[in-house]
């Protein structure tokens, strides 16, 4: 009778030492080694001299990001280490695929796979992809303030509930957008790193709800003509709360695990965290789609429609879903081709819709909006009318300040006349009274005569 134990050690790859030793039979390996996640240890008892048979181990694939895996045990004995080392001694890898790995030792002991982390080399065309999200993100942070300058311009005239959803839409691209470029490549500080993670997935969640939003207010208003009544203050608190939710949930879950790599700070594949993005933003695009096919459906069978000639029922055609796509996040769809790296051209359209976003929301809510360009007319016309009456009523007061000031230049002008004239008549009846006195003086009597005819000459002059 022979008894047999195996043993497997899950999640101890951050307790036991890297050190590793090699021989003739094995590759030097060079590099940072990392062990496997899982450590395998096989007994015999009664322990065999010799295995007749080499034991065979398989082992999963833990990381894409790895390279030149080694079939490695751990020996205690291992020379000039003190506490032991990993060893490639006979054993030996035999099959390598994208599932994992199989060994084969000719001994029984505590087992591991050993890989090498390998630096991904950026290419000419992962430098291209990076350039164009780069410049777009910027053209999109642009464009998303002049729409948010342009609507608040307007905001007395086209006051309505899909304004609101294009203002919450644009602030939340604005922060995605601003965050992605400022942090997404911060590796190099772990808690940085984290935070911006988080933000992103926050952020990016927000926009995805803030679409469903906007999907479902079309919905309504083409599809049920006679529904008049809005949720549209209940559905915006949602679509940033619930992201809130998510995002603390997997925090909590995760514990911090799988916010940002070193790479790029956003969702590590491995722990499968990024499946609390892909999954709620697949579901918002599969609802949304459904929404586009059916709105455009309808409008396809509306009257207006079919009266219209072949070349204006094309233009139509395309310039809602220009309208429709970027604001509802099918686009995102692409994202799904361009996981394949053989697929180019998937790549670059995803990159070029993605972070242009905030581009074709300014030209089909702002530029081409009939409602915002009578919106700016009206504004405009009332501003010139507001112009041209400020203008006449200026033209009015200096009108009435110029009568004000020449009535009263013509009454100093009076007044200095008066002036003048009385000037004159006090100097004539100065003169007249000199004169008088000058009169009576000659005509007085001499002293002999004082007694006589005073009285009567007194009653002449009087």
Known sequence: MTAYAAIIFKNVSGILQKRTVSDQNTLITTGRLDIGPDVISLQLNPLPAKLTHPVQLIFEAFDTQY????????ELNASGTGEGAWSSKNCFLVTQNSS????????????????????????????????ISAVG???????????????????RYVKSQKTCIVLNICIALIFSYGIFLAGVNRTENKAVCTIVAALLHYFYLTVFFLMLVEGIEIAVSVLFLFFNKSCLKFLLPLAWFIPAGIVGASLGISRLNGYGNDQHC???????????????????????????????????????FSS??????????????????PITGVTWILGIFSVNEDLNVFQYLFTIFNSLQGLFIFVFHCLLNNR??????????????????????RTASNDESWTRAKDTEETSNQTTRNSKWQAIVFQLQVFVTNNKNKTIHRSQPSDTETDCGSETQVEYYD
Not at 112 to 118: E, K, N, S, W
Not at 294 to 299: E, H
């Open 67 to 74: 390279q030149a895996p080694h079939c490695s045990y751990w």
């Open 100 to 131: 994992g790995f199989v060994c084969e030792c000719n001994h029984l002991t505590n087992f591991a796979i050993l890989m090498t982390m390998y630096e991904i080399q950026e290419t000419d065309h992962n430098f291209r992809l990076s350039i």
């Open 137 to 155: 993100c910027a053209v999109s942070i642009a464009c998303l303030l002049l729409t948010i300058f342009r609507h608040l311009q307007v905001w």
């Open 266 to 304: 956003w969702l590590a594949v491995r722990q499968g965290l990024i499946w609390a993005f892909v999954g709620p933003a697949a579901l918002i695009i599969a609802c949304n789609a459904v929404i586009i096919f059916a709105v455009i459906k309808k409008m396809l069978s509306t009257s207006a």
């Open 308 to 325: 219209k000639t072949q070349k204006d029922k094309v233009k139509t055609s395309l310039r809602s879903l220009g309208v429709l796509l």
């Open 372 to 393: 915002i360009r009578a919106a700016m007319q009206e504004k405009n016309r009332r501003k010139k009318n507001f112009q041209t009456s400020t203008t006449n009523l």
